[in-house]
């Protein structure tokens, strides 16, 4: 299973940016799908997450600003992030946990996978 994000770039404080993270490979079922950010000098923290019923949790400072959606069907992950602010500023990962089909296995096995990251730059 490979997870692609992308959708990082160069913002105005204020604007608005749109993540997205497709995971690839022979899935079963994709259980969490999150969002973590690390900025330069600074430890990878969670932005949000999703479960597969739809249940979300978000880091205080992102509330209200930011909204993570996933379609299954497509094995997507999105993070809309309105009102960015420079504090935002960092490379944004994709996590995914679940199951996949392998070539030998009767039953579907266990994953977890991280995206490549995209940058975030926001100006002041």
């Known amino acids: 299973v490979q997870l692609q994000a992308s959708g990082g770039g160069l913002v105005q404080g204020g604007g608005s940016l749109r993540l997205s993270c497709v995971a690839s490979g022979n899935i079963f079922r994709i259980n969490t799908f999150s969002w973590y950010r690390q900025a330069p000098g600074e430890r990878r923290d969670l932005v949000a997450s999703i479960t597969s019923s739809g249940s979300t949790d978000y880091h205080d400072s992102v509330k209200g600003r930011f909204t993570i959606s996933r379609d299954n069907a497509k094995n997507t992950l999105y993070l809309q992030m309105n009102s960015l602010k420079p504090e935002d500023a960092a490379v944004y990962y994709c996590?995914?946990?679940?199951?996949?089909?392998?070539?030998?296995?009767?039953?579907?096995?266990?994953?977890?996978?991280w995206g490549q990251g995209t940058l975030v730059t926001v100006s002041s």
């Open positions: 996590k995914a946990d679940g199951f996949y089909w392998t070539l030998t296995d009767t039953r579907p096995q266990y994953f977890e996978v």
